[in-house]
């Protein structure tokens, strides 16, 4: 059978990086491009012109396993995500996913299904303070690390080790850990997405010099100081620390941040009232800051006091200020009934003044650097404790009020945005979410990923069996509430659901090209790939691998359709169609084609070495206008 005629094989690698780069590049500047497909980087240089930097010393931020970050990003992984239906919740009808596994592996593994997509990202992760799980430096991170660590495969005792500090490359093993994870995360940021890390002093500065490498320092949306209510360190530190600290970056400068809602505190500044309601008045003038009248000279004008006089925007130290808007705008203020004037009284006389009305309305505050109004972690200790039945199963979680508030600056409730945390820990994210959701009726999404690490606990033995606790707590608590009728809102819509994925390895056996190209080495090659799906593997785990393979989320709409007596499932409607049946008939490659759908997906095991069979797949397949037609 001639090339040609073969379908395409499905590739079952994660995205690939370096090619996705390549192809950005590409697009911007064909012309740098070689007949091979390589980068003339003269010819791009002379593209770029005067902002090309050659020479040696630059300003930067380098360190001793950079490089190395970068060959990482690009390894792609072969890895999958079994669902899990026993730890799930409402598996079927829910989008919030919670994944065990190493970030780093699930993360490329989300790149094709879930580039673009996420709204908002909120990590915590290790802060580096000498406890924490790093990777070591003699082994890359891939999924055989991953698989050594759990003890799903044998190895060498290699464990996840502690990054202490007398170590010699303390910081750069924290960094090599944080660069490759951090890039593959802005992938998945919606062009308007914004990401919020929690970090202490160790770190920050080191934090934020690779942010403003990987997002852009033109993204950088500011730092949050968070007291976090406990005195943290011992007698060696010159002062104890009381805060730690929330960096925010967004994806681009589509990025929009709404304002929190207002305190009872908040709403008492509002002391005047008409009509309209309540309101506050400001001066028209404008103060603080940029307030002469040269730094502004169209908003020098003079404005009409109730009894005709001219009144200019005159500081109070004499000199010639300006007002907050322009004529134009003035007049439009003052149509709509938002200037008021009040007569002043001044040595013995009255002197007019204009302000603006800011009425109380669905007002909201513009977030500010300081958080020193939200619970500590204290409370957030003993509210996971007493969701555990007063039981302290977590270390330092962080508050669900404090994620609560930042969901409230990015998201929308009817937007079905999602967020993410990557380095879930206990599962506050999560909750944060849930807890969102039921405040406004929203419909917000989670996905979580958490390292199975050991916990010494006999009913949770890893902080991932935590997570996934917790959130069945915080559903089943939340579904009694509405059984008793204590919602909120109506609550029926709402996403009351996990579905739980584990990272293992591919449901197919590879293909080994370190065998030796005697025949004995052949032969078993082709032996194990008479039948390339693993044993113990089902046709839900097939079927996931194949959807995160072919871009599509972990939430897909699947249905099971009967096709010239063949199961058939159908992804989004007809979108692609997957057949693992081990007997493919030319009836149920006929009754596929004649659905039109994009895609087809098909076991190779399943033509039984016929490969007239498959010659005539092919052929009928791109007679009905299949745009892919792949086989695994």
Known sequence: ??????PEKLDLRSADIAASQQEKLRQLFPEVFTEGG??????????????????????????????????????????TLRPNR???????ATENLIIEGDNLEVLKLLQKGYLGQVKMIYIDPPYNTGN???????????LDTYLAYTGQVDGEGRKYSTNTETDGRFHS????????????????????????????????????KICNEVFGEENYCGMISRATGTRMGDGDRAVANELDYILIYSKSAEAVFTGLPMTVSDMEIYDQQDEKGKYLIRSLRRTGGENRREDRPTMYYPLEAPDGTEIYPIAPAGYESRWVCGKDSYKNLLKDGFIEWKKMPKNGDGKWQVYQKHYLGNAVKQPSNLWNDVAGNKKATKDLNALFDDRKVFDHPKPVDLVQRIISMVTSPKANHIVMDFFGGSGTAAHAVLEANKLDSGNRKFILVQLPEPTGLKDFPTIADITKERVRRVIAKMTAEDAAGLALHESEKQDRGLRVFKLDTSNFKPWNGTQPDEAEGVAKQLELHVDHVLPDRSQEDILTELLLKSGFALSTKIEAIQLAGKQVFSVEEGTMLVCLDGKLTPEVI????????????CLDDGFQGNDQLKTNAVQTMKARGVLSFRTV
Do not use: H
């Open 86 to 92: 026993g730890e799930s919740v409402n598996f079927d």
């Open 38 to 79: 390589k980068v003339d980087f003269d010819r791009l240089k002379t593209t770029l012109g005067d902002i090309v930097d050659s020479g040696k010393e630059r300003y930067g931020m380098n360190w001793p396993g950079k490089a190395e970050c970068f060959r990482t990003i690009q390894a792609p992984s072969r890895a």
């Open 590 to 601: 006929k009754a596929m084609a004649d659905m039109k759908p994009s895609r087809v997906i």
């Open 132 to 142: 924490d799980f790093i990777y070591p430096d003699n082994y890359s991170e891939n």
């Open 1 to 6: 059978m001639s090339e040609a005629e073969q």
């Open 173 to 208: 093993k924290w960094l090599n850990m944080m660069y490759p994870r951090l890039f593959l995360a802005r992938n998945l940021l919606r062009d308007d997405g914004v990401i919020f890390i929690s970090i202490d002093d160790a770190e920050v500065d080191n934090l934020k």
